[in-house]
C-alpha cells in the first residue's frame, strides 16, 4: 500500500533550470511532510521539510509548496546544478510515528 | 559524533545462512529505525526503537526477521534462513524522541546484503 505517490520518475534538467518534483497523499492525518535527498552509495539525507500550517517554506535554492485541500506537496529546485543529481524521495507522517516514503525520483542536471 | 555508523557495509551470504547487521545512532537520539531499501524504490519502514523498547513492527517484517536495541544504544537487525528476496540494502536511521520544526532521521550509508 503505497501511502505517497511521487511523481515523476525520473527528470533530466538543463543548468541553471527549475526542477520540480510532486507528491501525493490520501492520509488526512499526515502532518509533517519532508523531502530527502539520496546520492548513490549513501543514506538519504534531509533536505527541507514542511508542516500543513504553511503553504510554502523556502531554503535556499529549495522550495516547498504545500496544498492542503488537493493533498499535494512539491519540492522546488531553483538554479539547479550538476551536484543536484541525486535521487529525490517525498515522506510524510501521521504524528510523531515513522516516516512513509515515496518512490523515488532520479534527477540528472546536465550542463 | 561522525553519524549513524552500519557494519558491515556490505553483506554476501548464501541463501538460507543467518546474518546480522549493526547499527550504531547518534549517541543523544531516543529513536532509531530499520528500514529497507530495493533498487528504484524509497526505503520501506521494517521496525523501530524507542531507547530500547520496541515500539512497531512493520508486516513487511516476517518471523525470520528480528531487531534488538539492548540498552538503548546500538541495534543489530537478524535475518534467519536468508532467501534471495531478502537482497536489499538495509537503512538505519536515528532521531529525537520529539519531533521539532526541523525534526529530521540522520541515516546511516546502509548495509547491501546479497544473497546468493
Known amino acids: 500500500q503505497q501511502q505517497v505517490k511521487q511523481s515523476p520518475q525520473s527528470l533530466i534538467v538543463q543548468k541553471g533550470g527549475i526542477s520540480i518534483i510532486n507528491c501525493a497523499y490520501e492520509n488526512t492525518a499526515f502532518d509533517y511532510f519532508p523531502w530527502y535527498q539520496q546520492f548513490p552509495g549513501k543514506g538519504p539525507a534531509l533536505l527541507i521539510a514542511i508542516r500543513p500550517d504553511v503553504s510554502e517554506k523556502k531554503e535556499g535554492r529549495f522550495t516547498i509548496s504545500f496544498n492542503k485541500s488537493a493533498k499535494q506537496f512539491s519540492l522546488h529546485i531553483m538554479d539547479s546544478q550538476p551536484g543536484d543529481s541525486a535521487t529525490y524521495f517525498c515522506a510524510a507522517s501521521p504524528g510523531n510515528t515513522p516516516l512513509v516514503f515515496g518512490k523515488g525520483t532520479r534527477l540528472s542536471v546536465i550542463a | 559524533d561522525t553519524g549513524v555508523s552500519q557494519d558491515p557495509r556490505h553483506k554476501i551470504t548464501k541463501r538460507g545462512q543467518n546474518v546480522t547487521f549493526r547499527c550504531d545512532p547518534i549517541s543523544e537520539h531516543n529513536r532509531l529505525y530499520w528500514y529497507r531499501q530495493t533498487l528504484g524504490q524509497g526505503p520501506e519502514f521494517l521496525t523501530y526503537?524507542?531507547?530500547?523498547?520496541?515500539?512497531?513492527k512493520s508486516r513487511l517484517l516476517s518471523d525470520r526477521f528480528s531487531a534488538e536495541r539492548p540498552k538503548g544504544s546500538f541495534s543489530t537487525l537478524e535475518i534467519q534462513r536468508t532467501e534471495q528476496g531478502d537482497s536489499a540494502m538495509y537503512l538505519c536511521?536515528?532521531?529525537?524522541?520529539?519531533?521539532?520544526?526541523?525534526?529530521?532521521?540522520?541515516f546511516g550509508s546502509g548495509t547491501r546484503l546479497t544473497v546468493v
Open positions: 536511521a536515528s532521531s529525537p524522541r520529539q519531533r521539532s520544526h526541523n525534526y529530521g532521521y540522520t
Open positions: 526503537f524507542q531507547n530500547e523498547a520496541q515500539l512497531e
